[in-house]
């Protein structure tokens, strides 16, 4: 894979990585036979400054933060629409809302999170937005949505996950315990 990859995502065919480097370009890469796809689109042609965080929505359109807008492009790359806040730029982070009808991003230069509708595209679109407080250069989102990961059932996780919890629960609290004995021996003089 080339050097100075950023942003990432996985398509939901499971072979098809788009990715970033901060240029204007999103990229593609095939995980499975380990070479380079022809570029996806390229966010400086439609508006945007560079490429940073993207996102695969379940319908195979791509969002992706693009300084001063986030840009949207369907399956083929074709560039659908941006989304807008007038006076903001650095739109750098961007996540899917568990919903799957909104996608929240933020900006470095104002330090706040955008929620935005999907397809809602135009200029000062934000459905809501607050301040962070601090430095904003990524956002998670309890429950978010990806496309190249397995199903889940509602957020339960899976068993193997059950079974590492347990284990690490498990690691916990034999190491307690031990610490406990340890220092019951133990009796100063």
């Not at 796809?37 to 992706?64: C, E, K, M, Q, T």
């Not at 629409?81 to 961007?94: E, I, K, P, Q, R």
């Not at 900006?107 to 962070?132: H, P």
């Not at 899976?158 to 690490?168: F, I, K, R, V, Y």
């Amino acid at each position: 894979m080339p050097q100075n990859t950023d942003w990432q995502d996985l398509a939901a065919d499971q072979t098809t990585l788009f990715y970033n480097d901060e240029g204007g370009a999103i990229r593609r890469w095939n995980v499975a036979t380990d070479t380079a796809l022809p570029d996806f689109a390229n966010n400086i042609a439609n508006g945007g400054s560079n490429s940073f965080a993207l996102r695969i929505l379940a319908n195979g359109d791509v969002l992706s933060a693009a300084g001063g807008i986030v840009t949207q492009y369907d399956a083929l790359g074709a560039f659908l629409g941006s989304y807008d806040v007038s006076g903001v730029d650095s739109f750098f982070a961007l996540n899917l809302d568990p919903d799957g009808t909104h996608f929240w991003s933020g900006s470095f230069s104002t330090n706040s999170l955008y929620e935005f509708t999907i397809g809602n595209f135009g200029s000062d679109v934000s459905d809501f937005s607050f301040a962070t407080g601090g430095a904003l250069f990524g956002v998670a989102l309890a429950g978010e949505l990806t496309v190249g990961g397995p199903p889940t059932d509602n957020g339960v996780p899976e068993p193997a996950t059950w079974a590492m919890m347990l284990l690490g629960f498990g690691a916990i609290g034999y190491q307690m315990r031990r610490t406990r004995r340890i220092k019951m021996s133990y009796r100063p003089a």
